[in-house]
């Protein structure tokens, strides 16, 4: 299933859901939490985004995201939505059997498979190679004029990324390395996984934006050092402290809006939210658009938890 924002013009419609009643139940329940938080509580909640609004003119550049493992492309929402407000066409991808909510139309939510295998029998590469396939053939769909019609009529062919949180991200440098439309990438606190992380890249730009305490150069067992050293474009490795590996997306601030903080993340998930906004945003700005970004350039004032890396 993929969930596609774009620029629009105004149309006076309601806001769309955040997710439907089935896939809120399916969330709490596989995060225990399904006598804490009511259903209606969670698919009541509305986004920025309204259903079927009329496409805005011009073109744009294309966002791919790839939520992490067993996480529904909601918990991306606020990212997405954000990213489109700024002028891109967004797309979320969610990889099916790997999702715990996931509802098709017509109401089906298959099972995630995957949480029972990964780790057991099938190996965590394998999902990534399995969505580095997923997300090209999302991309030739979008693109397809004879298929999406004035939805592929609104995208820039030529100005094409993709970020992902956790394993996500990992299936964001993986796409890249298996098509070259994809011009930059971004992981939110993935390992990577395969073998030879970002050989592939050639020249094209790649962010790394993760927790401080499974992602600095001295963390035991994380790959990204050297990931690094084989990437031989435009690259930044960036650090939040006090972040928690789900940081980067909706949970911590809607966790908070329920009183259910998480006490060993000292990072707000507000703060969080807008780290991870201002920097993604930052990131594409500059290699899709060509706006030139000082907040890229070192630390900030204005972001002080954030602290850039070299291995």
Known sequence: MVSVYYPARSSGG??????TEG?????????????????????????????????????????????????????LTALAVELTSRGYVVAAVDH???????????????????????????????????RAADLPFVLDELTDRRRTGALARMIDPCRIGVAGHSIGGAAAMATMTADR??????NLDGSFFVRDAGAGLGRRPFMMLGT??????????????????RLHGWKRWLTVTGAGHFSFTDIPWLAEQ??????????????????????????????????????LQGPTPSHPEVEFRRP
Do not use: K
């Open 212 to 229: 401080e305490f499974s992602h600095s150069p001295d963390s035991p067992g994380t790959d990204w050092p050297a990931t690094w050293n």
């Open 96 to 130: 099916a059997y790997e999702s715990v909510g996931t509802e098709f139309p017509g109401g089906r939510i298959p099972p995630c498979v995957a949480c029972d295998r990964v780790g057991v029998d099938v190996e965590e590469a394998t999902v990534v190679e399995g």
């Open 181 to 186: 439309r994809v011009r930059a990438g971004v």
């Open 14 to 19: 309601a806001p769309a859901a955040y997710m």
């Open 258 to 295: 329920l009183g259910l903080a998480d006490p060993a993340v000292p990072l707000s998930g507000e703060r969080g939210w807008y780290i991870t906004r201002d920097f993604v945003r930052a990131f594409f700005d500059l290699h899709l658009r060509g706006i030139h970004q000082p907040l």
């Open 23 to 75: 896939e809120a139940q399916h969330f709490l329940d596989a995060e225990s939490l399904g006598e804490v938080v009511p259903t209606a509580t969670l698919a009541g909640v509305r986004t920025h985004a309204q259903a079927s609004a009329p496409p805005a003119p011009g073109r744009f550049p294309l966002i791919l995201l790839s939520p992490g493992f067993s996480m529904p492309r909601a918990t």
